[in-house]
């Protein structure tokens, strides 16, 4: 299993920035695949999820209403449109993927399969 994320960088308070993540030898026909976040010092925070068989997303309070996941399973991908970003939202976002396609057993997973992280900054 490989997961690579890209497009993070640099924004200022309320603009916003959309992430990908390619996903390459997941091994189920189901799963729940998404977005965590960490910062220095803290634990990794669930940020949005989707399942691959219904499409069902989840997301974190912080988050809700602001982000958006969505998915492109021809190519394997799954975004993340981060919109109207605030200065709590920089932290090295993550993906992961978990076997059980189904969003609270994502976010409570301690997953085994992560991306290497992208950098999310915001300037105010």
């Known amino acids: 299993v490989r997961l690579v994320e890209s497009g993070g960088g640099l924004v200022q308070t309320g603009e916003s920035l959309r992430i990908s993540c390619v996903a390459s030898?997941?091994?189920?026909?189901?799963?729940?695949i998404g977005w965590f976040r960490q910062v220095p010092g803290m634990g990794r925070e669930g940020v949005a999820c989707i399942t691959s068989n219904y499409g069902r997303t989840e997301y974190a309070a912080s988050v809700e209403g602001r982000f958006t996941i969505a998915s492109d399973w021809a190519k394997d991908t799954v975004y993340l449109e981060m919109s109207s970003l605030r200065p709590g939202d920089p932290a090295v976002y993550y993906c992961?993927?978990?076997?059980?396609?189904?969003?609270?057993?994502?976010?409570?997973?301690?997953?085994?399969?992560w991306g290497q992280g992208t950098q999310v900054t915001v300037s105010s």
């Open positions: 992961g993927v978990d076997q059980a396609p189904f969003c609270p057993d994502f976010f409570r997973s301690d997953l085994n399969y």
């Open positions: 030898g997941l091994p189920w026909s189901d799963y729940a």
